[in-house]
Every structure is written in C-alpha cells, then in structure tokens.
C-alpha cells in the first residue's frame, strides 16, 4: 500500500487553493476511554522515503505542540523500515525498549479524481433612458446582459487512514479516515492532514496530553 508522494506528487493537479482536511469517519474502541501515552511513534506506510518523513515530521510537531511526546518513524528507522520486524513479540520488545508505548500509523486507501460542472452566471444592467445621449453612443453598450459560461472544475480528494495502537496489548484502540482535497503539495498536504488529525485526538480526549 502507498501512500503520500508516490501517487500525490505524479497525480495532483497543482493549485493555488489551499487544502482542506476533514474527518470524514472515525471509530473508537468500546473498552478503551483514553490514555496519557508516555511516547508515540509516528509511522507511516509507504515506500516513499521523502514523502513519508514529511508527514510523519508533521504529524509529530503537532503532537508534540500537544505535549505528546512523539517521534517521526523516519527519525529512528532506515529507509527500508527494518528497525520493526514482521514477528510480533520481536517489533513489541524493540518497541518497549525504546519507550513507546503507542504507535500512530498512516495508509492510503484511496485517491479520486472528481469533475464537475460548475454553472454559468448571468447578470443584467439596464442603461438609464437617455444617459447616452443617442442610440449611437449607446449602441456598443447596449449588450449589459453579462454572461460567463460554465465550464467543468476537476479537483483532488484524498482518503487516508489513521490508527492508534496500544503497544502493550498490541490492541487497536482509535481508528479514523480524513478526506483531504486539492492539496498543492506534499508540504500542505501534510500540514493540513496532521493538524485536523491531532487536533481530532485531542479533542475527543482519544490521547491526553500529560501536563
């Protein structure tokens, strides 16, 4: 699965607009009511080394804005992701000796491209009787009825999905997914995703940050 700059970087359609993230659904787990994690580990799936350490960077400055001590994967693991291995208890023991003790993941599930039509707009200004002066100065502005055809918009819409991990239980305690739009780069991308997501988390006390 891939994530971020592989598909964002070849296939957006750069614009002037700033993004805009919104949490389009979100889950929590039913036993779990939030927790003071001591540190997090921000992870992110893709193989884009440039791609991925810019939101995972983003995502653990908002974090840690919070006071929520946290630590970009990038920061910590090669760029071939082997610091965690694929057995269980070994990823678990690399993780608690380390001092996380949750782990914030990020995937792409989806990216689509929307057009649609945008209406024309028409306005009319009537001319005051006379104000001319003559039918022939008044002739090149007697076409006041003001037209602009419509025309079709194309905009960007990214899904991704965003889960929280308990390290101990290995449990899957807080899971949601954000639709940005019209990102004009991997930067604002990333600035827009990471800081409606941390904001969410704090908000619905998902995390809390310790004093």
Request: hydrophobic share 35%; glycine share 8%; proline share 4%.
């Amino acid at each position: 699965m891939k994530i971020f700059y592989t598909l964002l970087s070849a296939t957006l359609l750069l614009t002037s607009y700033c993004s805009s993230t919104k949490m389009s659904a979100s889950w929590k787990a039913p036993d779990y009511s939030g927790k003071k994690f001591d540190k997090i580990l921000v992870w992110g799936l893709s193989d884009n080394v440039s791609a991925r350490a810019t939101v995972e960077d983003e995502m653990a400055y908002f974090l840690n804005l919070k006071k929520i001590i946290s630590v970009s994967g990038s920061d910590i693991a090669p760029p071939n992701r082997k610091a965690l291995p694929h057995d269980i208890e070994e990823s678990k023991a690399i993780l608690e000796k380390n001092g996380f003790d949750g782990v914030l993941t990020m995937g792409l599930i989806d990216k689509k491209e929307e057009t649609r039509y945008v209406e024309g707009t028409g306005y009319y200004q009537p001319m005051a009787y006379g104000y001319y002066g003559s039918f022939y100065s008044y002739y090149p502005y007697m076409y006041g009825n003001v037209y602009q055809p419509g025309h079709y918009a194309t905009s960007q819409h990214i899904y991704i999905e965003t889960n929280l991990w308990d390290v101990e239980t290995g449990k899957l305690v807080w899971s949601a997914q954000t639709e940005t739009v019209d990102p004009s780069s991997i930067e604002n991308f990333a600035n827009s995703y990471a800081r409606d997501v941390v904001g969410e988390l704090v908000k619905r006390g998902v995390i809390i940050p310790k004093n």
